[in-house]
T-cell receptor, first 114, second 111 residues
Framework: KAGVTQTPRYLIKTRGQQVTLSCSPI?????VSWYQQTPGQGLQFLFE???????NKGNFPGRFSGRQFSNSRSEMNVSTLELGDSALYLC?????????????FGPGTRLTVL | GEDVEQSLFLSVREGDSSVINCTYT??????LYWYKQEPGAGLQLLTY?????DMKQDQRLTVLLNKKDKHLSLRIADTQTGDSAIYFC???????????FGTGTKLQVIP
């Protein structure tokens, strides 16, 4: 069974631009969660989607948004990029909403904002 | 808000036991987790414990929970060089509560 895949793996953008990251969950998993990892703030929860609905949201500004498609694939969008958005963005999938005990992580997308 | 604290660094010799400690503040935590992150990789869930348990053993891993002191530890027996990584402690309330991660402990295993 293929693992969680994230594309692209690396991305360089400039301030003010927007970016879209993609996450394909493990086959059969319907929940996708997104996390931001930075040296300063550590790992922080962004949001979780299940059955195309956002089920939970972390403390991030509205510039961070996401969506989930009917095939459970998810995208995360960050608009008006700031230098502080440079981070490793991790997505994780699980069979059900809130099921962090059966959650598998992808390798992440490394975003650099110049 | 919830807070999870870990020491930043631990160095052990190959074959010794490693003990990584974590403290948390949320008394309503239901699940407590340990994750491993190797360089350039995502997180791997190693093990978890329910808040109504005080110990869980899984092969070389032993998790101890002191709920009164809000203290969680991960013991790795017979530590190997492949165990070198960053270990994150995390906690979550029940249902759809978000996960709160610790700062991570970098484990260095000396051959």
């Amino acid at each position: 069974k293929a693992g969680v895949t994230q594309t692209p793996r690396y991305l360089i953008k400039t301030r003010g631009q927007q970016v879209t990251l993609s996450c394909s969950p493990i086959s059969g998993h319907r929940s996708v969660s997104w996390y931001q990892q930075t040296p300063g703030q550590g790992l922080q929860f962004l949001f979780e989607y299940f059955s195309e609905t956002q089920r939970n949201k972390g403390n991030f500004p509205g510039r961070f948004s996401g969506r989930q498609f009917s095939n459970s694939r998810s995208e995360m969008n960050v608009s008006t990029l700031e230098l502080g958005d440079s981070a490793l963005y991790l997505c994780a999938s699980s069979p059900a909403a809130g099921a962090t005990d059966t959650q598998y992580f992808g390798p992440g997308t490394r975003l650099t904002v110049l | 808000g919830e807070d999870v604290e870990q020491s930043l660094f631990l160095s052990v010799r190959e074959g010794d036991s490693s003990v990584i400690n974590c403290t948390y503040t949320d008394s309503s935590s239901t699940y407590l987790y340990w994750y491993k992150q190797e360089p350039g990789a995502g997180l791997q869930l190693l093990t978890y414990i329910f808040s109504n348990m005080d110990m869980k053993q899984d092969q070389r891993l032993t998790v101890l929970l002191n709920k009164k002191d809000k203290h969680l530890s991960l013991r790795i027996a017979d530590t190997q060089t492949g165990d070198s990584a960053i270990y994150f402690c995390a906690e979550k309330g029940g249902g759809y509560q978000k996960v709160t991660f610790g700062t991570g402990t970098k484990l260095q295993v000396i051959p």
